[in-house]
């Protein structure tokens, strides 16, 4: 049964879309964290460790509310790998960089998330998708927090 809920039709494939592109770059970056706690070395190898291993699971946590936001709007999620690499504008970064540069690639994927997300709740308020802009915007207040974490580690 199709969803009722006062959204047009276009206006909520369009905010899918969004949802949709949030949850892979929220996957890749999820992966990335977990990567990182497992590869961290370093004299700073147990705080960063611990670091990753609450970021990683604060990421994990938000796929299933992603996803289900999409649910809620009565579409299918994308999620199978070859979709959400499709879906992200994330790089994966193939090799094990030193532990500065790890901190450094995360932020930088988190503020692009941020960036993204600014410009998407601009688009669900259009959309008139107070649900959405409402979720999306915790969201951004969570990225931000994380980011203000990883800055802190440079002067
Ligand atoms: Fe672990």
């Not at 047009?8 to 949709?20: C, G, M, Q, R």
């Not at 070859?82 to 030193?98: A, F, H, I, R, W």
Request: hydrophobic residues 35%.
């Amino acid at each position: 049964m199709k969803a009722n809920i006062g959204i047009n039709k276009s206006d909520s494939a369009k905010i899918v879309e969004i949802l949709s592109h949030y949850l892979a770059d929220s996957y890749y970056l999820y992966l990335k964290t977990h990567n990182f706690h497992w590869n961290v070395t370093g004299m700073y190898f147990e705080n960063l460790h611990k670091l990753f291993d609450t970021q990683y699971n604060a990421l994990f946590d938000s796929l299933d509310e992603i996803a289900e936001r999409i649910r809620s709007l009565g579409e299918f999620v994308p999620a199978t790998y070859s979709q959400l690499k499709e879906l992200t504008c994330l790089k994966e970064t193939k090799e094990v960089p030193k532990d500065r540069e790890m901190i450094k690639i995360l932020l930088e994927d988190h503020e692009t998330i941020i960036r993204n997300l600014r410009s998407w709740i601009e688009e669900t308020n259009k959309a008139g998708d107070a649900g959405t802009s409402d979720f999306l915007t915790a969201r951004i207040e969570e990225h931000e927090k994380t980011a203000w974490m990883l800055r802190s580690h440079f002067d």
